[in-house]
């Protein structure tokens, strides 16, 4: 939805004098139903911005100015046909998310033997995930058994922050847990004083704290951009690259931010990752005589990698990649890869490859029994 009002041509006394007393009647009329409060305001909006344009443009004024209100997301494909057929494969897998993490999540807390720092921070992972698939997966659902896919202004900043915070959490959680892992093989006579509970629930508090901090920048930057003409975004989210391509003026500093900034955080944390699992590789190797050992170190670093992989592979490629190396399809298909995917895949993933996970759960289903 949009609201336009255009004066072209007009001197800046008769333009003035047009302004003045749709200024006045917002000023001091109560919203009716013939203009509602919303609108309302959005006219006394363009009336100040005419009134500034007036001021700095001597004899004469041209406004044509369009304040953009909501969004149209068009989704995951353009063929309608596919929409019902797409809505049961993500209800599926949301399904599954919500579900299998959740069950992760109890199980951390509810039993005492897995009350350790690598599975206070699985707990975060499991929690994280929900929240990450949430952000965008219910209203990708409603989507498409809806024909209305509109989205407000306000709603799109929303999402597009808890997005980019939630999913920055993430990757600086993997990091986390790559380090957990490091001290525990590499350092095991220091891991117990040096990760603490105390020292986990700094790290935990950091963990959050510093990704909403960098998701507030790049909220707060897109929601001052101008939008005008078309409002339709070639997504199924509300993202900076596809909100970027709608904006009016400049949009070099966004697109700094989003590229270089957020590209230098995911590349740096990324190497910090593998720097930790070079070094457990490398250590185990040189100083494990026993195999069964070098196994079930091997067998723990796995389960945690390939969620690294899963999860660096396609935002690396989407953020890291010039705006223009990837078409609007390649970038949809790998945004459902990291919203709806990989948070499905990583309850599978630790519950199926890690002994003391399986053990948990068939411990609490017994006693449910």
């Known amino acids: 939805m949009s609201v336009s009002v255009q004066l072209s041509g007009l001197p800046a006394t008769r333009a003035f ?5 749709i200024l006045l009647f917002c000023a001091q009329n109560e919203p009716s139903t013939s203009l509602n409060k919303r609108n309302q305001r959005k006219l006394l ?3 100040m911005s005419a009134l500034t344009s007036i001021s700095q443009g001597g004899n004469s004024v041209l406004l044509n100015q369009t304040l953009v209100t909501e969004f149209l997301l068009l989704g995951v494909t353009d063929i309608q046909e596919l929409n019902p057929v797409l809505f049961a494969i993500f209800l599926t897998m949301y399904f599954v998310n919500v579900a299998g993490n959740g069950a992760i999540l109890m199980i951390v807390i509810l039993d005492s033997r897995l009350h350790s720092p690598m599975y206070f921070f699985l707990g975060n992972l499991a929690c994280l995930d929900i929240c990450y698939s949430t952000v965008t997966v219910p209203k990708m659902l409603v989507n498409f058994l809806s024909t209305s896919k509109a989205i407000s202004f306000l709603g799109c900043i929303t999402q597009l922050h ?3 915070f939630l999913g920055s ?3 600086l ?3 986390v847990m790559a380090f957990d892992r490091f001290m525990a093989i590499c350092k ?3 891991y117990s004083v040096i990760m603490n509970r105390q020292v986990c629930i700094q790290m935990a508090v950091t963990i959050w704290a510093i990704p909403f901090l960098h998701a507030l920048l790049h909220s707060i930057m897109t929601s001052h951009l101008s939008f005008c ?7 199924f989210f509300c993202d900076v690259k596809p909100l970027l391509e709608l904006a009016c003026g400049n949009t070099e500093l966004n697109r700094w931010l ?10 740096g944390l990324f190497f910090l990752t593998f720097l930790s699992y070079f070094y457990i590789i490398t250590y185990l190797f040189l100083k494990t005589r026993s195999c069964s050992m070098l196994h079930k170190a091997l067998s723990t670093c796995a389960s945690h990698f390939m969620v690294v992989i899963i999860f660096y592979a396609p935002v690396l490629f989407i953020y890291i990649s010039p705006a223009s190396g990837s078409s609007l399809e390649e970038d949809r298909i790998i945004a459902v890869m990291y919203t709806v995917v990989t948070p499905a895949l990583n309850p599978l993933i630790y519950t199926l490859r890690n002994k003391e996970v399986r053990g948990a759960f068939n411990r609490k289903i017994r006693t449910q029994l």
Request: no cysteine; hydrophobic share 45%; net charge negative.
């Open 17 to 21: 004098h047009t302004l003045i007393p």
């Open 45 to 47: 909006l363009i009336a």
């Open 162 to 164: 808890f997005f980019h």
């Open 169 to 171: 959490t993430e990757a």
């Open 173 to 175: 959680l993997l990091t």
């Open 188 to 190: 095991p006579l220091h």
């Open 229 to 235: 003409g078309s409002n339709h975004i070639h997504h």
């Open 258 to 267: 989003l590229n270089t900034l957020t590209g230098t955080i995911a590349i």
